[in-house]
């Protein structure tokens, strides 16, 4: 049995790993999901909200050898926890995610894209510091083939998401990039384009690079798949150790 903590992406929460957890637990694996600061029911300001929040959100839920999965942003978030403190850090997995360049912020990363599926939907909030999506758009960008219970779950629950974490730098060491490092790559997102997951995905070893034929929610779309893949990891990280 594995420990997994899972790390959600801009402006959702805990809730939405809520079909992949039990999906973990009839594998064998006990596996539990956090809001970061500001997101799902955690009521930080969103002027308080940074990147090293969310990195020490990350650390203080973590007290043993955990496989920490982050999904979309959260390749920054967990990076950053693991360059805080990677005691408890057995291995990331990368879910469709950015996978950090050292030196640059996630807005770097998001903008150096070979195009930008995200942008006519992006909706910012000077006042607040915030951006948040079209909801006449998400749909067509984050669920499409996800079932109407999930897309009205996300409706319903998607926040705004605070801009400064994603333009902070990060630089990395090897705190975070001696760990064993994974990377599940969505060939059918339409919110980070897949052949730039692949440029990402470079930065693990090759074995170390899967695909699922998902959207950018496979937590939604092939929650089984999904935790297949994540058990999949855990027997490769325990033959490792």
């Given at each position: 049995?594995?420990?997994?903590?899972?790390?959600?992406?801009?402006?959702?929460?805990?809730?939405c790993?809520?079909?992949?957890?039990?999906?973990?637990?009839?594998?064998?694996?006990?596996a539990?999901?956090?809001?970061?600061?500001?997101?799902?029911?955690?009521?930080?300001?969103?002027?308080?909200?940074?990147?090293?929040?969310?990195?020490?959100?990350i650390?203080?839920?973590?007290?043993?050898?955990?496989?920490?999965?982050?999904?979309?942003?959260?390749?920054?978030?967990?990076?950053a926890?693991?360059?805080?403190?990677?005691?408890?850090?057995?291995?990331l997995?990368?879910?469709?995610?950015?996978?950090?360049?050292?030196?640059?912020?996630?807005?770097?990363?998001?903008?150096?894209?070979?195009?930008?599926?995200?942008?006519?939907?992006?909706?910012?909030?000077?006042?607040?510091?915030?951006?948040?999506?079209?909801?006449?758009?998400?749909?067509?960008?984050?669920?499409?083939?996800?079932?109407?219970?999930?897309?009205?779950?996300?409706?319903?629950?998607?926040?705004?998401?605070?801009?400064?974490?994603?333009?902070?730098?990060?630089?990395?060491?090897?705190?975070?990039?001696?760990?064993?490092?994974?990377?599940?790559?969505c060939?059918?997102?339409?919110?980070i384009?897949?052949?730039?997951?692949?440029?990402?995905?470079?930065?693990?070893?090759?074995?170390?690079?899967?695909?699922?034929?998902?959207?950018?929610?496979?937590?939604?779309?092939?929650?089984?798949?999904?935790?297949?893949?994540?058990?999949?990891?855990?027997?490769?990280?325990?033959?490792?150790?």
């Amino acid at each position: 049995m594995s420990e997994f903590l899972l790390i959600h992406g801009s402006c959702h929460g805990a809730w939405c790993w809520h079909r992949v957890i039990p999906a973990l637990a009839a594998l064998g694996h006990s596996a539990r999901a956090i809001d970061l600061p500001g997101h799902g029911r955690d009521r930080t300001p969103f002027d308080q909200v940074t990147l090293d929040s969310y990195a020490q959100a990350i650390c203080t839920a973590l007290d043993s050898p955990t496989i920490v999965v982050g999904h979309s942003m959260a390749g920054y978030p967990i990076t950053a926890a693991a360059e805080t403190d990677p005691t408890h850090i057995s291995a990331l997995v990368y879910l469709c995610a950015y996978a950090p360049v050292s030196g640059m912020t996630l807005g770097d990363m998001r903008r150096a894209g070979p195009h930008q599926p995200l942008a006519p939907a992006i909706r910012v909030n000077k006042d607040q510091g915030t951006f948040g999506f079209d909801p006449a758009q998400t749909n067509a960008l984050f669920y499409h083939d996800c079932d109407a219970q999930a897309q009205t779950l996300a409706t319903l629950c998607l926040t705004p998401q605070p801009i400064a974490p994603q333009e902070t730098v990060l630089t990395l060491t090897q705190r975070s990039q001696s760990l064993p490092r994974h990377y599940i790559r969505c060939t059918d997102d339409r919110a980070i384009p897949p052949e730039y997951q692949a440029v990402m995905a470079g930065s693990v070893p090759a074995a170390h690079h899967t695909t699922l034929p998902a959207s950018h929610s496979p937590f939604f779309a092939c929650p089984d798949a999904l935790a297949q893949r994540l058990h999949t990891i855990a027997q490769h990280s325990q033959a490792a150790t």
